[in-house]
């Protein structure tokens, strides 16, 4: 089965529709800025990511690269059903509602580009969310000694709307927070050595407010 056309009269994702239930390989020649993608598809599930004839697998990056289509691709496109690669297993409907719900994230909610954020000691007892456990596998330890939006869009080479929104998720599951307060946090958590044990006690004494 071989399918062609044209994003300028089809959207993407009622193209995926469309494939949901075929295995092949969806080429597009120009869809991110003149650059070519390949998606490798397996029955709705998509497999594997190229652009440029280049594999694309850190997490962050392959949301990012399905997020631009859907909200952008251009050019023409054909699917070739037929045997794929394969790098990875991610339902193609996953991630584009993730696409469509970072789109809606509103602006003012998003992190300042040069706002840098990092794991907070509580990191380790939270509940991580499905659909952050991939790319929190490949983000903590950059921001073990902090990143911001700039920053990791840099060195993923993912979008800088992309790196926001995703900074956002991981400040919203409570994994992150921005340097300053990251670090009063981790100093209140540390239980009061001596000298100031003794000093909140004179405060107490003399009537002063305690520390």
Do not use: C
Request: aromatic share 6%; hydrophobic share 45%; no cysteine.
């Amino acid at each position: 089965m071989a399918i062609y056309g044209d994003f300028e009269y089809h959207a993407f994702n009622d193209i995926m529709k469309v494939l949901q239930r075929h295995t092949g390989v969806l080429f597009m020649r120009t869809a991110l800025a003149g650059r070519s993608v390949e998606l490798h598809l397996q029955q709705g599930t998509l497999q594997a990511i190229f652009i440029d004839g280049f594999p694309v697998s850190e997490p962050l990056r392959v949301r990012d690269t399905v997020a631009q289509l859907v909200n952008g691709a251009r050019g023409e496109y054909s699917f070739e059903a037929g045997p794929t690669e394969y790098h990875f297993a991610l339902p193609v409907n996953e991630l584009i509602r993730e696409a469509l719900s970072g789109s809606a994230i509103p602006e003012q909610q998003l992190p300042h580009p040069d706002t840098r954020f990092e794991v907070v000691p509580s990191a380790r007892s939270v509940a991580l969310p499905e659909a952050l456990r991939a790319s929190w596998a490949s983000l903590s330890p950059l921001l073990q000694h902090g990143a911001s939006a700039t920053d990791l869009s840099g060195q993923l080479r993912v979008s800088l709307p992309e790196a926001r929104a995703e900074l956002y998720r991981l400040r919203a599951a409570g994994l992150i927070a921005p340097q300053r307060a990251a670090a009063q946090a981790q100093v209140s958590a540390q239980p009061a050595g001596p000298v100031r044990r003794l000093l909140s006690a004179l405060r107490r004494l003399t009537g002063g407010s305690s520390a």
